[in-house]
């Protein structure tokens, strides 16, 4: 990690939004892990609509 992402960190940490790095880092990987999620869904939606739409090629 750079310096300043871990000086970003601290500041969370130092004004209450987390306990600790590893509390913040852990609620950064759920909200990864459900953005990745989110968009595969998405993505799977939309092709589903447009076969739907369109039919196969």
């Given at each position: 990690?750079?310096?300043?992402?871990?000086?970003?960190?601290?500041?969370?940490?130092?004004d209450?939004?987390?306990?600790?790095?590893?509390?913040?880092?852990?609620?950064?990987?759920?909200?990864?892990?459900?953005?990745?999620?989110?968009?595969?869904?998405?993505?799977?939606?939309?092709?589903?609509?447009?076969?739907?739409?369109?039919?196969?090629?």
């Open positions: 990690m750079t310096r300043r992402l871990v000086e970003e960190m601290d500041e969370l940490v130092e209450g939004w987390y306990a600790n790095r590893s509390e913040l880092i852990r609620d950064a990987v759920r909200d990864a892990i459900r953005r990745v999620h989110a968009e595969r869904l998405e993505a799977a939606l939309k092709e589903d609509v447009d076969w739907g739409l369109h039919g196969k090629d």
